[in-house]
C-alpha cells in the first residue's frame, strides 16, 4: 500500500507545482497566492486525495479480501466435499478390488483344479489314442499280410482254375462233336428202322425230361459257334404224336418223306439259353476279373511294395513289381535294374523284349506287349527313380508316355518332363524299338568313331533293347556296372544327371495311368 501512495504523489506532485509534460511549470489563474500557498493548499488537497484513496482501498482491498475469503472456503468446502466422495468411492473400489481378488483367487483353484483334471484326462486320452493306433497299425499289417496272402491265393487258385477251364473247353468241345456224330448215326439208324420195320417203338415225353434242363441255363460253348445247329434242329430219337407240347409242325425246315408223321419232334439234347433268361450265355467261362496294373492294386487296398500279378487288357495274367510308396503309390515297374548278387542279361531278342523276361523281386522287363496293352486303353506317366554309388538319388518325370502296337514297332511317344535328374529319354520321343536282331534305330552307317558298328545302337551299346532314335542318352537295359568305367558306353546309363561312363547303381522305370 505504502508504495501506491508514493508512486501516486510522484505522479500528482509535478501537476500540482504546474509542471506539463514538456517540463515547463504552468501559472496559476489566481495569482494572489503565493507559490508556497499553492503548494500547501496543493498538499492538502493532495493528502485529502491520498486519504480518500487510502480508504478507498482499504476498502476495496477488505471487500476483496472477504470475497476471497469466501471463494478460498467455498473452494475448500467443495475440495473437501470432492475429497470425500472420492474417498467413499476409492473405499468402494477397494471393496469391489478385495471382492474380485478373492473371487479371482477362487476361480484360479478352480480353474488350476480343473486343468490338472484336463490334463490327467488328455493323459488318459493321449495313451489310449497311442494304444488305438497301436492296434489300428497292427490291425493293418494283418490285414495287409492277410490281403497279400489272400490275393496270392486267387491268383494262384485263378491260374489253376484258368488252365482247369481251358482243358475242360477242349474236353466239351470233343464231346460236343462224340455227340454230333452219335446224333447223326442215330438218325440214320432210325431211318433205316423206320423204312425196314414200317413203326418204330414210340416214346413218351418223360423219358426227355433228364435231358432237359429247367430254368436259365447255361452251356459253356455256344452250339452256334462250333456248328452244332443242326444237333439242336435235328436230332431225332422217337416219334410223338401231333399235339404233344413241344411239336412245331409248320416248321419250314423239317424233311419231307413219305413217314413224316411218324418222325420225332425236335429234342434239344444239349441245354441252350432260354429266351426269357437275360444274362450272358457266357458267364459260365467267367471268373473275377484280376487288376490290370498297380494302380488297381493300390485301390484294392494294398499299399506295400511287391511282387503283385495283374493282368494287361487282352494279354494273359503275369507278376510285377508294384511300388505303392513313390509319390501317391499304385506305380507299375516297367524295367527294374537292381544291386543282385547275380544279374541277368539284358542282351534279348526280339521276341524276349515282346514277351518280357526276369524276376519282378530283383531285375526283369515287363514285356512290350504288356506296355502297349496298359498304355493303348488310358493316358499314362511315367517316372523314373535312380541311385548312384555314392547314395545320391535323382528321379524324371513325364506326364504322357504310350507305346504303339507291334505294327508300328512299338513306337514310343513321351512328353511332359519335370524332375532333377534331367531330361535323358527326349530323344527317345517317337522312335521304334530296336534289338540285337531288329534294328529300327536312325544309325544307318558305323566306323566313323562316334556311330556304333554296323549302324546298331543295341549291339554297339551291349545288346540292350531300346527306343534308340541316334543311340539315345539314357540305356536302363545296359550291361550292369559299378559307378565309373572305361571303354564303349555299355552301363546303366542317364546321361543328363551322369554322363555315359557311369553305370547307376539303381534304375527303375514305371508307370501309372493319369487321375
Known sequence: MRHSIVAVAAILLPLALGYDSNHQFQTFDNGALSPMGNLESLVKSLQKEVTDIRKEVHTRMDTMKYELTCEI????????????????????????????????????RRVGTQNDDI????????????????????????????????????????????????????????INNNLAFISDEHKKMMDVMTHRFGQPKKYSSEDYNDRLLPGCTYTPLDTHELGLDALNKSFVNETLPKGVSGLDADRPDRPTSPSEDLMPPEVTLLPTMPEDCNDDKRKYLEYPPMPRDCKDVFDLGFMENGVYRIQPPGLSSREVYCDHHTAGGGWTVMVARRKQPRHISFNRSWHEYEVGFGDPSKEYWIGLKGLHALTSGRPHQLRG?????????????????????????????????????????????????????????QENSGGDGVSPAGGSCARGRGGGGWWWGRCACTQPTGQYRRGRYQGPERG?????????????????????PLE
Do not use: P
Open 385 to 441: 527313380d535312380m541311385e548312384d554309388w555314392e547314395g545320391n538319388t535323382a528321379w524324371a518325370a513325364y506326364t504322357f508316355f504310350a507305346v504303339s502296337g507291334e505294327e508300328d514297332k512299338y513306337r514310343l511317344r513321351i512328353a511332359g518332363y519335370t524332375g532333377t535328374a534331367g531330361d535323358s529319354m527326349r530323344h527317345s520321343h517317337h522312335q521304334m524299338f530296336s534289338t540285337v536282331d531288329q534294328d529300327n534305330d
Open 73 to 108: 472456503r467455498n473452494m475448500k468446502e467443495a475440495l473437501s466435499k470432492e475429497r470425500e466422495e472420492m474417498s467413499a468411492k476409492v473405499d468402494h473400489v477397494a471393496l469391489e478390488m478385495t471382492d474380485f481378488k478373492k473371487k479371482l483367487k477362487r476361480g484360479l
Open 119 to 174: 490334463k490327467g484326462e488328455l493323459r488318459s486320452q493321449k495313451a489310449e489314442l497311442f494304444a488305438v493306433r497301436n492296434s489300428v497299425y497292427d490291425a493293418r499289417e494283418e490285414v495287409l499280410d492277410k490281403g497279400n496272402l489272400i490275393l496270392r491265393k486267387v491268383n494262384a487258385t485263378n491260374g489253376t482254375l484258368v488252365c482247369h477251364l481251358s482243358d475242360l473247353r477242349t474236353k466239351l468241345y470233343k
Open 492 to 512: 546303366i546309363t542317364w546321361w543328363h544327371w551322369k554322363d555315359s561312363n557311369y553305370s547307376l547303381k539303381t534304375l527303375l522305370l514305371k508307370i501309372r
